[in-house]
C-alpha cells in the first residue's frame, strides 16, 4: 500500500480521494492552482504544492508541474480524479517511466477506450454485439454519403474522439449527410484535435443503459450493475439511476 499520494485534480473530486485516503491511512499531497488556493481540499490535503495560475492549461494540463510536484512530495504515486490528465495515455506512460504508480487504467487501454472508432473495432473482435456501422475513416462528403446509403439512413455520424455531446450529428438524408459530415469534422478538430469521423445507424427512441465494470492489477473485477442514462439534453446525460428501472 503507498504511504503517500498526489492528488492531481480539484474540488469535490479531490475533497472524496482525501476522505478515503484518511481511512486507509494514506498522506495526501494535493496540487492547486491560483483559483483553488483557499478550497476545502486544500484545508483537508496532508501537504499543498502551488502549480499556476488559475487556467487549467496552465496548471492542471501541465504534465511538467504534476511531475516536478511528485518529486518535491516524495509521493509514490498520482491520483488524476476524473477529467484533466486521467485520460491521457501520454502522461500514464511518462509516469510509469518515472517509476510513479498511475491510479488508473494502463495506457493501453486508455487508448484503446477513448478513442471510439478502436474501441468499437476492440469490442466486435472481442464478440461484443455492437450497433451497424462503418469503422473506417472517411475522407470525403462524397464517400460519407454513398456509406450513409450503404447503412441506410437515419446514421448518426460521430467523432471518434468526441466525448461529453460534442461531435455528434443525426442524417436523415443525403443533404443531411452532406452538410453534416462537415460540420461534425469542423467541430471535432476545434474540440479535440482530432477531425476523425465515423458512421453507425441511427436508434429511434433507444435506452442508454451503461454498465461498469472495475479491475484492478491483481486480477480482481467487480461489476457495479447497471445505470439508466436515457435522460439526456443535447446528447448529455442529464441524471443517471442505478439500478435502471426500466430493465426486467
Same mark, same amino acid.
Given at each position: 500500500m503507498f504511504s503517500k499520494i498526489l492528488?492531481?485534480?480539484?474540488? @469535490?473530486?479531490?475533497?472524496?480521494?482525501?476522505?478515503?485516503?484518511?481511512?486507509?491511512?494514506?498522506?495526501?499531497?494535493?496540487?492547486?492552482?491560483?483559483?483553488?488556493?483557499?478550497?476545502?481540499?486544500? @484545508?483537508?490535503?496532508?501537504?499543498?504544492?502551488?502549480?499556476?495560475?488559475?487556467?487549467?492549461?496552465?496548471?492542471?494540463?501541465?504534465?511538467?508541474?504534476?511531475?516536478?510536484?511528485?518529486?518535491?512530495?516524495?509521493?509514490?504515486?498520482?491520483?488524476?480524479?476524473?477529467?484533466?490528465?486521467?485520460?491521457?495515455?501520454?502522461?500514464?506512460?511518462?509516469?510509469?517511466?518515472?517509476?510513479?504508480?498511475?491510479?488508473?487504467?494502463?495506457?493501453?487501454?486508455?487508448?484503446?477506450?477513448?478513442?471510439?472508432?478502436?474501441?468499437?473495432?476492440?469490442?466486435?473482435?472481442?464478440?461484443?454485439?455492437?450497433?451497424?456501422?462503418?469503422?473506417?475513416?472517411?475522407?470525403?462528403?462524397?464517400?460519407?454519403?454513398?456509406?450513409?446509403?450503404?447503412?441506410?439512413?437515419p446514421v448518426m455520424i460521430k467523432a471518434s474522439a468526441g466525448g461529453g455531446g460534442k461531435g455528434i450529428r443525426v442524417a436523415h438524408s443525403d443533404a443531411d449527410m452532406a452538410e453534416g459530415f462537415a460540420a461534425v469534422k469542423a467541430e471535432a478538430l476545434t474540440a479535440f484535435g482530432d477531425d476523425r469521423v465515423f458512421l453507425e445507424k441511427f436508434i429511434v427512441n433507444p435506452r442508454h443503459i451503461e454498465i461498469q465494470v472495475l479491475g484492478d492489477k491483481h486480477g480482481n473485477i467487480v461489476s457495479l450493475f447497471d445505470r439508466e442514462c436515457s435522460i439526456q439534453r443535447r446528447n448529455q446525460k442529464v441524471i443517471e439511476e442505478a439500478p435502471s428501472p426500466l430493465l426486467d
Open positions: 492528488i492531481a485534480n480539484r474540488g @469535490e473530486i479531490a475533497v472524496r480521494i482525501i476522505k478515503t485516503c484518511r481511512k486507509m491511512g494514506i498522506k495526501t499531497v494535493l496540487v492547486y492552482s491560483d483559483a483553488d488556493a483557499g478550497s476545502l481540499a486544500c @484545508e483537508m490535503a496532508d501537504e499543498t504544492i502551488h502549480i499556476g495560475p488559475s487556467p487549467a492549461a496552465q496548471s492542471y494540463l501541465i504534465q511538467d508541474k504534476i511531475v516536478d510536484a511528485v518529486r518535491q512530495s516524495g509521493a509514490e504515486a498520482v491520483h488524476p480524479g476524473f477529467g484533466f490528465l486521467s485520460e491521457n495515455p501520454v502522461f500514464a506512460r511518462r509516469l510509469e517511466a518515472e517509476g510513479i504508480t498511475f491510479i488508473g487504467p494502463n495506457p493501453h487501454a486508455i487508448e484503446a477506450m477513448g478513442d471510439k472508432i478502436t474501441s468499437k473495432k476492440f469490442a466486435a473482435e472481442a464478440g461484443v454485439s455492437t450497433v451497424p456501422g462503418h469503422m473506417g475513416l472517411i475522407a470525403t462528403t462524397e464517400e460519407a454519403v454513398k456509406i450513409a446509403n450503404e447503412i441506410g439512413y
